[in-house]
């Protein structure tokens, strides 16, 4: 569903009592051009692991930034559109879009010409949202005065000139960004006035939740430990498998020595690393490590893969082989009689190309996961795969009794290679589900999806239990016990897939499948699942929440319902565009233990602080924390959780009693913790202090 683009002010400087987080530090300039026209540069630095949405990301996922010239009507004229310096793209598995934002720094400028008789002043507004672990709304509002070549942030002691600036809902700006396109980073401009605006926000709050390890790291992990377990599939292809023992026994017998022998096979195996690990280099160079990012969200890339990934599919599963011209292999066999190490290097180039009907489809795979992810991971890639293909060369030439341990070549190696065949089949419609989610084209939903991954592996199934053949098989009457377990394991996976069509969250494939969000029945099977028990009369103010658990929206409603139940009341500081706070629903709320607490013991009121609605005009006021005006519900519920915790992440979970007041032995409020055993303890322990009282 698509959200609200809200307009929210927030203090990001000098609380009374507290800082907020403040994961963003901007400076401003502005550089005179003529008598009228003026160049206004904004930079922002970003703490490393956080990211900021660019004014032009896609407003169903995260919130876009929003750009506010307020007092333009009456002093000055925009000349052309914002512009932005380069961004980045991810696509957002959560909400099914594709992002588009900053890390580490981002410029915007903008060209102003001053009308006749205008008092010179300009008042600029950033509304944007920061995330890492945490997402965080917050606001910046510069004040130029070009007649004393003088800007400035203005903070919560400060009344700017004109007090539209600050509106925050209802307002409707005189003057705002709205173009779609972006341009490189201008270079520092001299003779300008620079407001440091960093100054004004230090360190010292705690965050709320654990640091984890960088998400670019465990994604390089993941890409080296697939890589390198498919090395080791990949020997057991019948293009390398039988390669095993006729290369090492040409190195231990050609050599003069034994230590020889070793030595030439380790210098085999170090040079097929080089050969794939130049592979993935070639290929980061070609597209770039910071372009490859994109091709997670690019239609045309993750269609191009799809094609690649049948056909490497089908070759595996025998309609053609995919080989390289025989005169390669003719050209390097010539090149390795030369000996030496220069020839021991043609020998690895050579069993790469000759195996490369085996080979070359996982290697193709694995470049095309790599390249989607980004950055160095072709080379980490190719670094894992080459490792495992060359570590058997090396070990087996100093071990040459380890040979007879080797089981013979035979039909198992092709059962191997049809076994990857349909492991490139059913991969491949993850690259398709990827460009129909970007496309939003709903073509390839969650059902349709896992109905092809049941049918492949259904197939595949019965394939390891005899009952389909191919044409690369090797006749025979009965099937190995490795086989047969094999087919046991596929089987059960399948059937483990089939309720995923009535809604079931299926989390050993998590980030595979479209989201449950993304399915012609968001909500299950007939359209109940997670709402609740209809029986059940809802109290005033209430609704049925994540799972069927009864919420609030409004604080003081379920204050009111917890005295009346004597339960304690779970504030549940949230946000619609709030990544994290759906993973938390998603993946821990959904355990029954924590469900059953949310359920029965507790009076859940969930906090959107990014509701854009604005409060009834008696209902508003000035912040005594920020200093800000509040006018909207999200503004309300975000000066509530800033001047009460002294914090402005979401989510965020505290715990009140039924009389509004909180015990001060109670354990401290937590904010994203995907630990179910971690939230259960907190949650237990909070539940049983305040049922004490």
């Given amino acids: 569903m698509k959200k609200l683009v809200f307009v929210f002010l927030l203090l990001v400087a000098f609380l009374a009592n507290a800082q907020t987080k403040q994961p963003v530090k901007w400076t401003a ?7 009228t026209e003026y160049l206004l540069t904004f930079n922002a630095t970003i703490e490393a692991e956080w990211h900021m949405y660019s004014q032009f990301s896609d407003e169903n996922g995260a919130i876009p930034m929003l750009v506010t010239f307020n007092n333009a ?12 310096s380069k961004t980045e793209q991810a696509f957002n598995d959560v909400f099914g879009v594709t992002e588009t934002f900053w890390k580490e720094k981002a410029q915007l400028t903008q060209m102003v010409k001053l009308k006749d008789n205008s008092n010179k002043i300009v008042q600029v507004t950033f509304e944007y949202q920061v995330c890492k672990e945490v997402c965080i709304q917050d606001t910046k509002l510069f004040q130029f005065d070009l007649g004393k070549g003088t800007v400035k942030e203005v903070n919560r002691f400060e009344k700017i000139a004109a007090p539209k600036a600050i509106a925050v809902a209802g307002y409707e700006p005189e003057a705002a960004t709205t173009a779609q396109d972006t341009a490189t980073t201008v270079a520092p401009i001299a003779d300008t006035v620079v407001a440091d605006t960093a100054k004004a926000s230090k360190a010292g709050v705690a965050d709320v939740v654990k640091t984890e390890k960088k998400e670019e790291d465990k994604g390089l992990l993941a890409i080296f ?4 377990f498919s090395g080791f599939t990949a020997l057991l292809t019948p293009c390398v498998f039988p390669m095993i023992p006729m290369t090492v026994s040409f190195f231990t017998k050609q050599s003069k020595t034994k230590a020889a022998g070793v030595r030439n096979a380790i210098i085999y195996g170090v040079s097929i690393i080089v050969i794939y690990v130049l592979l993935g280099s070639l290929v980061t160079a070609i597209f770039g490590a910071d372009s490859l990012n994109a091709l997670s969200t690019n239609v045309t890339f993750n269609l191009i893969f799809f094609v690649l990934l049948i056909v490497f599919a089908c070759s595996f599963l025998g309609a053609f082989e995919i080989m390289l011209p025989n005169s390669w292999a003719n050209k390097i066999d010539q090149q390795a009689d030369r000996g030496g190490i220069i020839g021991i290097f043609f020998m690895a180039l050579a069993l790469a190309i000759v195996s490369f009907s085996c080979t070359g489809p996982i290697v193709g795979t694995l470049l095309v996961e790599a390249a989607s992810k980004g950055g160095i991971a072709p080379v980490i890639g190719m670094f894992g795969f080459s490792l495992a293909l060359a570590l058997p060369f090396m070990l087996f030439a100093m071990f040459p009794g380890w040979l007879n341990s080797l089981p013979k070549s035979g039909g198992w190696l092709n059962t191997v290679k049809v076994f990857l065949g349909f492991l490139e089949l059913a991969f491949a419609f993850k690259f398709l589900s990827n460009a129909d989610l970007v496309l939003q084209l709903h073509l390839l939903e969650r059902e349709t999806f896992l109905a092809i991954w049941i049918a492949v592996f259904g197939a595949l199934a019965l394939y390891m239990f005899g009952k389909i053949t191919l044409p690369h098989d090797t006749p025979g009457g009965f099937i190995s016990v490795g086989r047969l377990l094999l087919g046991l394991l596929v089987l059960s996976f399948t059937v483990y897939l089939i309720p995923g069509l009535w809604g079931a969250p299926l989390s050993l494939i998590s980030g595979f ?8 029945s968001p909500n299950g099977f007939g359209g109940n699942a997670g709402a609740g028990d209809a029986s059940i009369v809802l109290p005033e103010g209430a609704h049925n929440g994540p799972h069927g658990i009864v919420a609030f929206e409004d604080y003081d409603k ?6 009346k139940t004597g339960k304690p009341l779970m504030v549940d500081f949230t946000g619609y565009a709030c990544v994290n706070c759906r993973k938390m629903e998603d993946n821990v709320w959904i355990d029954p233990r924590i469900l059953s607490i949310l359920k029965n013991d507790v009076v859940l009121v969930s906090l959107y602080v990014d509701y854009k609605k604005e409060l009834p005009e008696s209902e508003q006021y000035t912040s005594n924390t920020t200093g800000k005006d509040i006018k909207t519900i999200g503004n309300k519920w975000s000066d509530l959780q800033i001047s009460k915790y002294k914090t402005n992440s979401q989510p965020y979970y505290a715990f009140v009693g039924s009389d509004g007041k909180e015990q001060t032995d109670a354990p401290a409020p937590v904010g994203y913790t995907p630990n179910k055993e971690e939230y259960l303890t907190w949650l237990e322990q909070n539940v049983a202090l305040y049922k004490k009282k």
Avoid at 73 to 84: A, C, D, H, P, R
Avoid at 513 to 520: L, M, N
């Fill in 513 to 520: 499948p479209p989201s449950p969000t993304y399915s012609e």
């Fill in 225 to 228: 430990l697939i890589a390198f």
């Fill in 73 to 84: 009507k009456n002093n000055y004229e925009l000349i052309g559109k914002t512009k932005e």
């Fill in 29 to 35: 300039k502005a550089e005179k051009k003529s008598a």
């Fill in 558 to 563: 379920g204050l009111a319902y917890a005295a």
